[in-house]
């Protein structure tokens, strides 16, 4: 595992150069002959590398497959988010997975991907169609310093982080609506769910997971998303590689939640909000067992949407399903 982390940094680093053989070797310790033999893995795997006398190995294209060193290997040395990564082949649900981790002892910052999920979930119990090798299904464990009412930002800085790695990667240009879908041309491209174990006044472990639509093309998705979901590969016209995609994210993840762990929350509500459609628009809110009308005013200091409702009460609302209703608010 740590052998391939390497190889892949060398290689990347390399870039246009190339690194010989000899190179690698006496930098991990190891024979010519095992980096050649570590080189030919990864071509059948499905890696373009290149290899001349005089440039050594050259990593050319890499395929649309996750491997967890390739992505280690594009990561700070001193991330959290990434610091471990797993990848699955397929799974129920990473976020249930990431969860038995956390109630399991691991440490923050674990992130978990599968390649397909069998009981991908959304938030209240709702499916997240999760198809193979189609888009980036993953969950990542943090044990944030936040009481349970303050789980909100997580999801901001999540969707914060989503969104600005979407825009790097695609060039699209990804708005946010509270509090946790990213939508493209008003259609749904990727999801987040949060989830926590708690005790009354502090979060013990919380799993965000994420889901983002990747490469489908329309006929992809079933007849009751397809007017509502779309891909990144439909909005652009191009198929994404999911590997840089999901580097884009751990690092936009991690500078996020760095922000957090330093107090500065704000700065990234401050992103949020200038990506956020749901602001200053007249919504409807569906909850578990009510529904609130009002004029979305503003982000609260813990990532509440606070909601003026036609009596003029501030309503503070932590979560729920937003529906964005098309009449201009009248006070
Ligand atoms: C979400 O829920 O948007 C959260 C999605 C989180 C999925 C990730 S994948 C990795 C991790 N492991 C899990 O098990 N889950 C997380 P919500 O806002 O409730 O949206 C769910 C609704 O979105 C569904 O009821 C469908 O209408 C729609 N939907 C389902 N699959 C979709 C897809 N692939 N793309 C777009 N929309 C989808």
Redesign the pocket.
Known sequence: MKTLHHIFKALREAGDTGIHGTEISNNLGISRAAVWSHIEELRTLGYHIDAGPHRGYQLIKAPDILLADDITSQLQADTIVGNTVQIFRQTS????LVDQMGLGGVAEGMVVF?ES?T??????G?????PEGK?L???LLLRPPLRPAEMTRLTIIAATALARAIRETSGLQPSIKWP??ILINGR??A???TEMSAEPDRVLHAVI???V?VNQEQED?PD??SS??TSLRIESGRPILRSDLAVALLKALNTDYQRILSGQFQAVAEEWESQCITLQKRVRIHQMNQICVGFAESLDSEGALMVRTPSGHLERITGG?VILEKEPHTP
């Open positions: 649900s990473t976020n249930q599968a999920q009981e991908g979930r959304g938030r209240l709702r499916k997240w169609l999760s888009g299904w993953f969950s946790n879908d749904k491209v999801g987040v769910l997971g994420v889901g639509d998705f009751e998303l509502v979901a399903d």
